[in-house]
């Protein structure tokens, strides 16, 4: 692999100039990118365009560097997430016309929840996931959901590490954690009134394919007495969801598929 | 930039690797990898490592290849196309439970139509648009709606080159191209029976960004006497849409966005 004179190979540069971009900085000068991704300016600027030539980056009219519709086309046209989003899509909108409140889909990925769908409405109660966001496992109703089934493995590394608080609801210690997934098991649903954010509460179900947990469906409600019924309607659709994977398996398989 | 001995970079490599995964190949070993990149299998074999350890790629239980959840990532959470998808699933939604039939939207994206977002049903009429899949501008109405509302130069550009003719139907000269064209930003939407399919109608109508168009919605629905009303519920979503991009038009900037 060719490397650069910090030993740093080509692809690890380039990982690092698309790490740059997020949600809350989608457009970036050359010079903002170098600075992020902590790569000298002139090296920034060959990178970026080269990519730019590949279109995984694009130039605005103001000759700023966004993510290339290249890039997403990449990504988004074989990817695993691609198949469960598709079969999700039609039971998450079903619930938001239910229930009126936002909805989203995780997925397991490595030692968080990676967000993959959400829908939402003006006016709903503070919801921090966003597409492609993440949290942590033990924060989120989505994550203890994923963890509540994870292998033995994960989940004993996550409940040994410190557990990151964002609320003064949010599980914090090796007991108290065990004892919720346990619970979340028996229960067959994660409730997270105030976990995250003291106004919202955080609902999640286990969304199966042949048995096996391959994501969390979830609702973010307003944390007082309306949100406890709203685990019904929520077990409902991730039933219906979970029945419709394993109905078409073809939709899902993030283990195996189809070779050339 | 690195380059290996043909002269090619590393990244026109590693995009080479990344193109050999489509909806029909998402999951692929390194010699098929190999033999569709074009590239050596060692060379394939210590890129594919590389991109492995980046999470671009993952390997899956019987040690084949599929694209990572961090190519997704990457390439989702700063996509441009992210905040259009996330306004118009509501839309979509709502016209999908009213007309029953698949509903798409589209971006130009060089000389074709590539599409972001679809909702279908099973016992759908057939129709070949995918997420991420692409069309000719000429022979989709979603490419025709983006077409009809493109710069004068790609219009120039598109009406000259022969078009590929997929059936009877499909506008293969350009004086009858023109002419829809010009038909099209009349009348406000592109009816297109048996263009693509003989069994199926598109129809598809712009959506506006402060009176730019930055996007094509679409319905896919038989080709018999029940498809043409089906122009009316279509308009209304996309006018809807149009509405919600201008009352906030941060979630969607194909031109600039926000700087570091």
């Given amino acids: 692999m060719a490397r650069s004179p910090s030993g740093e190979s080509v692809l690890t540069r380039v990982v690092r100039i698309l790490d740059a971009f997020g949600p809350d900085t989608p457009v970036l000068t050359v010079s903002a990118i170098s600075r992020r991704a902590a790569l000298p300016v002139a090296t920034t600027a060959r990178l970026v365009r080269e990519m730019i030539g590949h279109g995984l980056l694009a130039r605005d009219g103001r000759r700023r560097v966004r993510i290339g519709t290249r890039m997403w086309e990449l990504a988004e ?16 909108g079903d619930l938001h016309a239910v229930v ?6 995780g997925v397991l990925d490595g030692d968080e929840v990676l967000f993959v769908e959400r829908l939402t409405a003006p006016g709903a109660v503070v919801n921090i996931t966003r597409i492609g966001g993440r949290l942590p496992l033990h924060a989120s109703s989505g ?43 028996r229960r067959g649903f994660a409730f997270c009134p105030g976990h995250i954010h003291p106004d919202a509460t955080g609902i999640a179900v286990p969304v199966r394919q042949n048995g096996e947990v391959v994501a969390a469906l979830g609702l973010v409600v307003p944390n007082d007495d309306t949100a406890w019924p709203l685990h019904r309607p929520l077990q409902l659709a991730g039933l219906a969801l979970s029945r419709a994977l394993c109905a078409d398996p073809v939709t899902i398989d993030f283990r195996e598929g189809q070779a050339d």
Same sequence: chains 1, 2.
């Avoid at 009126?100 to 889909?105: A, E, F, P, R």
């Avoid at 989940?155 to 065990?178: N, S």
């Fill in 143 to 185: 994550g203890l959901v994923l963890l509540a089934h994870a292998p033995a493995e994960v989940q004993e590394r996550i409940v040994r590490v410190p557990l990151t608080v964002l609320t003064t609801q949010t599980i914090g210690d090796e007991r108290a954690l065990r004892t919720e997934l346990a619970e979340i098991r």
């Fill in 100 to 105: 009126g409140h936002s909805t989203q889909l």
């Fill in 77 to 92: 046209r074989a990817s695993p997430v691609l198949g469960l989003r598709q079969a999700a899509l039609q039971y998450m």
